[in-house]
């Protein structure tokens, strides 16, 4: 089953790199987004330094799985270019891309979202030093799951109750 709670849970990471060849074909599945006619420039910072992670972590209560990732990407969209109308709308296909196409590499991850909350972003961009025409969008931790797919499945079909 390929559901929302596959991607939610997977937590757990096992201790060794990820493969930058893997890091690669994952961006590139990202960039594949289905409405890329329509998006601005945006760029990916690959982050593997545990004491970068750690500090990404702290961005916010649902970043705490990052520090425990061998890797995670930050996705950012470039503010010195015409922002299309649905430039979120596009990253957040892109972001979901990365998910997938992580998925099919072997790796599982969760899409943390930090935008538009102004703090967090600007939190995530000093952490990295992003240049200031770059803002930041999302977190997405990443690695080679320790656990079964089956275990990170928070799906119980015996917990739905039906009502006809």
Known sequence: MNSLYHRVSIRKYENRPVEKEKTEAILRAA???????????????????????????????????????????????????????????????????????????????????????????KAVEKILQMPENLRAYAIFPFGYPAEARGQQDRFDRERIHWVE
């Open 31 to 121: 960039m594949q987004a289905p409405s890329a006619a329509n998006q601005q420039p945006w760029e990916f910072f690959v982050v593997t330094r545990p004491n970068t992670l750690e500090a990404l972590s702290r961005v916010s209560p649902y970043a705490g799985m990052t520090k425990d990732a061998p890797c995670a990407i930050v996705s950012a969209y470039r503010t010195d270019c015409r922002i299309p109308s649905f430039a979120q709308i596009d990253l957040a296909i892109a972001m979901e891309n990365l998910w997938l196409a992580a998925d099919q590499e072997g790796l599982g991850g969760v899409w943390l979202g930090i935008a538009p909350i102004e703090e967090r972003m």
